[in-house]
Nanobody, 123 residues
Framework: QVQLVESGGGLLQAGGSLRLSCAASGGTFSSYVMGWFRQAPGKEREFVAAISRKGLTSLYADSVKGRFTISRDSAKNTVYLQMNSLKPGDTAVYYC????????????????WGQGTQVTVSS
């Protein structure tokens, strides 16, 4: 059983940068694909980015490609989401997630979830 705790959310202006962190515990970090999802009010949870178990492969939603970067630190059991050039449309609760070996964008396939951290981008 993996526990995930996100941090780093906040309120900032458009064009700014923010780094989210997700600390994992209770499992073997290297066994899990790690990902980030987000959910805006009144919308479904959507895929943002994911990274493979060894960190060699990553996948991004088209809406964040070139602006966001996912990374993982096995020594710290932590996954990060560096967000640059933020837009008001990026406003959402951001969730960290973990799953078995294959990356997928379908949130229903992800086994473990954090509690979420709010990111608000003002224009």
């Amino acid at each position: 059983q993996v526990q995930l705790v996100e941090s780093g959310g906040g309120l900032l202006q458009a064009g700014g940068s923010l780094r989210l962190s997700c600390a994992a515990s209770g499992g073997t970090f290297s066994s899990y694909v790690m990902g980030w999802f987000r959910q805006a009010p009144g919308k479904e949870r959507e895929f943002v980015a994911a990274i493979s178990r060894k960190g060699l492969t990553s996948l991004y939603a088209d809406s964040v490609k070139g602006r966001f970067t996912i990374s993982r630190d096995s020594a710290k059991n932590t996954v990060y989401l560096q967000m640059n050039s933020l837009k008001p449309g990026d406003t959402a609760v951001y969730y960290c997630a973990a799953k078995g070996p294959l990356i997928t964008v379908d949130p229903r396939a992800w086994a473990y979830w954090g509690q979420g951290t709010q990111v608000t981008v003002s224009s």
